[in-house]
């Protein structure tokens, strides 16, 4: 149970309520953003894909049932329901779930492996989701402006560049301050999708009649082809899923369902019903979907809001992205990166300023290539979709190995629901000449250094291993030709069993050794967060000689001297005032026969040099680090 989680289920009054009611309002703001702002496109693409062939009463009917349907199934009962009960010690995400689907017994290397591919396959589409949200979210908002006066149209490229190179430009600054705007904006916007929508359905309230499933099985019956193809534009109003699931570890499980079920979900069905409804009354308004239902008067104050809650829903995403970052630096996915955490109180709240880099020149690339939502909506889809077939496979792993669901029930239930992601996925295949390539484009470059990245850190590590020490036998001989002397030397290293390159350094050139040394390993679990009781083990070797593991979640940030201060409980209390830091600082030199390939081999040289410096990533005062440097042909 995560801690917010705790925190609601302490009181189930008084001060409880109140604190699930401001994580409610909280998770309004950073969870629902994406998902709170498909009305603007969703429902307008799906009647564009269908009215093609069906007369515009059965295409709205349709296209309405269509998305109803998998709102409720995909986001409501798959993630919502089911998925977000599959928390990593409270934290959710595709790196978490894989994470703990990974420990489930009984699994096979072959399926393990998948697990492994998976996870990666499954952050790679997240980047490139996370480049086309704040895109498609921005045009579409700015877009409205055309809806007042055709005047305005020359203005909205340069408006979402402004607001798209602000919002990045501001990262820096962290979030925690505009964040607890977020909460109360995103209940105005809910509660003006709610009332517009209503104030539409009661004009025409046989739109309601839509939630038959049988306008949307008539879909499939008389034009079968028109109707899949319509799913490409149906899972736009279920992108954002993902994010319910991600950010459970910020919010707890609780807070995130109340909100959806009592507020998000009537507020998204209530506007699509509502557009539906404005449909069936002037067809010709199908172009501007989204604000057909809402009166002149209101069309700027709309534009404003939309643009707002299209700001949250980037500002949502990109804090996502730099989550995610964080996750797949601790987990030795991606070379080490400066991560800046930008709030005294919440460890979620991080900021990576090359991914910031990276995403922002990316954001503006595709609105200068696409320059219309509309474009942008060919492109956007594949990449959630994967995703969430990724995660079904993992959550029903973990329903049938440790929930202990009965296989039957298990086959059947996530059969089904990734039955309706794999159909969702092969629609939106079909987007892929007309933009769908660049999301899958994005995810290529990313997983291909990603896996550049594993590969050659392993043949890296082997290396390292077969041209070194055993450290048992540098033990016996540590007294027999060396001079020891004062201080306290901690040498930073991959392996304990092994002596690290900077020892064998610092002896070769000084011709010394510490009177005590600690040789420090840093593992990082596949859980979240470590147990302070739990965060590091000490392994006395004689002759003044430990090693020392520190374990860490792949939430945390890594501090060595804080974590070896801990050390005292276990018999050794280290002066780290005095102590000296090595670390050893590599020169990669290409072998001619590398396991690793030319081109792999080029890639990983040039990620393993652009990473930070040890003594940066690990927090160790600047002042008492010695580096040494050494070359290892790889």
Same mark, same amino acid.
């Given at each position: 149970?995560?801690?917010?989680e705790q925190?609601?289920?302490?009181?189930?009054h008084g001060?409880?309520?109140r604190?699930?009611?401001?994580l409610?309002l909280?998770?309004?703001g950073v969870v629902?953003?994406?998902?709170?702002?498909?009305?603007?496109?969703?429902?307008?693409?799906?009647?564009?894909?269908?009215?093609?062939?069906?007369a515009?009463?059965?295409a709205?009917?349709g296209s309405?049932?269509?998305?109803?349907w998998?709102?409720?199934?995909?986001v409501?009962?798959k993630?919502?329901?089911?998925?977000?009960?599959?928390?990593?010690?409270?934290?959710?995400g595709?790196?978490?779930?894989?994470?703990?689907?990974h420990?489930?017994?009984?699994l096979?290397?072959?399926?393990?492996?998948?697990i492994?591919?998976g996870?990666g396959v499954?952050?790679a589409?997240?980047?490139?989701?996370g480049m086309?949200?704040?895109?498609i979210?921005?045009?579409?908002?700015?877009?409205?402006l055309?809806?007042?006066?055709?005047a305005?149209?020359?203005l909205?490229?340069?408006?979402a560049?402004?607001?798209?190179?602000?919002?990045f430009a501001?990262?820096?600054r962290?979030t925690?301050r505009?964040g607890?705007?977020?909460?109360?904006v995103?209940v105005v916007w809910?509660?003006?999708?709610t009332?517009?929508?209503?104030?539409s359905?009661?004009d025409?309230?046989v739109?309601?009649?839509?939630?038959?499933?049988?306008?949307?099985?008539?879909?499939f019956?008389?034009?079968?082809?028109?109707?899949?193809?319509?799913?490409?534009?149906?899972?736009?109003?279920?992108?954002?899923?993902?994010?319910?699931?991600?950010?459970?570890?910020?919010?707890g499980?609780?807070?995130?369902?109340?909100?959806?079920?009592?507020?998000?979900?009537?507020?998204?069905?209530?506007?699509?019903?509502?557009?539906?409804?404005a449909?069936?009354?002037?067809?010709?308004q199908?172009?501007?979907?989204?604000?057909?239902?809402?009166p002149?008067?209101?069309?700027?104050?709309m534009v404003?809001?939309?643009t707002? =809650?299209a700001?949250? $829903?980037?500002?949502?995403?990109? /804090? @996502? +992205?730099?989550?995610?970052?964080q996750?797949? %630096?601790? &987990?030795?996915q991606?070379?080490?990166?400066?991560?800046?955490h930008t709030?005294?109180t919440?460890?979620?709240?991080?900021?990576?300023?090359?991914m910031?880099?990276?995403?922002?020149?990316?954001?503006?690339l595709?609105?200068?290539?696409?320059k219309?939502?509309? =474009?942008?909506?060919a $492109?956007?889809?594949?990449a959630? /979709? @994967? +995703?969430?077939?990724?995660d079904t496979f993992? %959550?029903a &792993?973990?329903?049938g190995?440790?929930?202990?669901?009965?296989p039957f029930?298990?086959?059947?239930?996530?059969?089904?629901l990734w039955l309706?992601?794999v159909?969702?996925?092969?629609?939106?295949a079909?987007?892929?000449?007309?933009?769908?390539?660049?999301?899958?484009?994005?995810?290529?470059c990313?997983?291909?250094?990603?896996?550049t990245?594993?590969k050659?850190?392993?043949?890296?590590?082997?290396?390292?291993?077969?041209?070194?020490?055993?450290?048992?036998?540098f033990?016996?001989?540590?007294?027999?030709?060396?001079?020891?002397?004062?201080g306290?030397?901690?040498f930073?290293a991959?392996?304990?069993d092994?002596v690290p390159?900077?020892l064998?350094?610092n002896?070769?050139?000084?011709k010394v050794l510490?009177e005590r040394v600690?040789?420090?390993?840093?593992?990082?679990?596949?859980?979240?967060?470590?147990?302070?009781a739990k965060?590091i083990?000490?392994?006395?070797l004689?002759?003044?000689?430990?090693?020392?593991?520190?374990?860490?979640?792949?939430f945390e940030?890594?501090?060595?001297p804080?974590a070896?201060e801990d050390?005292?409980r276990?018999?050794?209390?280290?002066?780290?005032?005095?102590?000296?830091?090595?670390?050893g600082r590599?020169?990669?030199?290409?072998?001619?026969r590398s396991?690793?390939g030319?081109?792999?081999?080029?890639?990983?040289?040039?990620?393993?040099g652009?990473?930070?410096?040890?003594a940066r990533?690990?927090q160790?005062?600047?002042n008492?680090?010695?580096?040494l440097g050494?070359?290892?042909?790889?």
């Open positions: 149970m995560s801690s917010a925190a609601t289920s302490d009181n189930s001060p409880g309520q604190r699930n009611a401001m409610m909280g998770a309004l629902f953003g994406d998902i709170g702002t498909s009305p603007l496109y969703a429902l307008r693409e799906t009647v564009h894909a269908t009215t093609a062939i069906y515009n009463h059965a709205v009917m309405l049932c269509l998305i109803f998998s709102v409720i199934a995909v409501t009962i993630y919502v329901t089911l998925i977000m009960r599959a928390d990593n010690d409270g934290e959710g595709v790196l978490a779930l894989a994470a703990l689907a420990r489930s017994p009984g096979s290397r072959g399926v393990k492996s998948i492994g591919v996870a499954g952050l589409l997240f980047y490139g989701d086309l949200t704040p895109a979210t921005v045009l579409s908002a700015v877009e409205g055309t809806v007042e006066s055709k305005f149209e020359p909205v490229l340069p408006l560049l402004i607001i798209l190179i602000g919002l501001l990262q820096s962290g925690h505009i607890r705007i977020f909460g109360p995103m809910f509660a003006a999708l009332g517009f929508g209503v104030a359905i009661i025409t309230p739109i309601l009649g839509a939630i038959n499933p049988w306008y949307g099985i008539r879909l019956t008389t034009a079968p082809w028109i109707a899949f193809v319509s799913l490409g534009a149906v899972v736009l109003a279920v992108t954002g899923c993902e994010a319910l699931y991600a950010d459970m570890g910020h919010f499980k609780r807070p995130i369902q109340h909100a959806w079920y009592f507020i998000c979900l009537p507020a998204l069905m209530c506007n699509y019903f509502g557009q539906g409804a449909l069936l009354r002037n067809p010709d199908a172009p501007i979907a989204f604000y057909s239902v809402i002149h008067w209101a069309h700027l104050p404003g809001m939309a707002l =809650a700001i949250i $829903a980037s500002q949502a995403v990109i /804090t @996502g +992205v730099f989550s995610m970052t996750q797949a %630096v601790q &987990l030795g991606f070379p080490r990166m400066e991560i800046r709030s005294a919440d460890y979620g709240q991080v900021y990576v300023p090359n910031n880099i990276v995403l922002g020149i990316g954001v503006v595709i609105v200068l290539i696409f219309s939502s509309e =474009a942008l909506a $492109a956007y889809g594949i959630v /979709t @994967g +995703v969430m077939a990724i993992n %959550v &792993l973990v329903a190995k440790q929930w202990r669901w009965n029930l298990v086959v059947g239930l996530f059969g089904l309706i992601d159909i969702f996925l092969a629609s939106n079909l987007k892929i000449p007309e933009g769908g390539w660049l999301p899958l484009f994005i995810a290529f990313v997983f291909l250094m990603m896996d990245w594993r050659g850190r392993r043949v890296h590590l082997e290396k390292v291993r077969s041209e070194s020490l055993p450290l048992n036998l033990v016996e001989r540590a007294d027999k030709s060396t001079t020891r002397v004062a306290l030397g901690v930073l991959s392996r304990t092994v390159g900077s064998l350094h002896l070769k050139h000084n510490h600690v040789i420090c390993n840093v593992m990082v679990e596949d859980t979240p967060l470590v147990p302070a965060r083990e000490v392994d006395k004689g002759k003044g000689i430990y090693t020392v593991k520190v374990h860490h979640g792949f940030t890594p501090d060595v804080k070896l050390a005292r276990f018999g050794l209390a280290l002066d780290l005032d005095t102590a000296t830091f090595f670390i590599e020169t990669l030199v290409p072998d001619q396991e690793l030319h081109w792999r081999n080029w890639l990983y040289r040039h990620m393993a652009a990473a930070l410096s040890p990533f690990y160790l005062p600047p008492r680090v010695v580096e050494s070359q290892i042909t790889i």
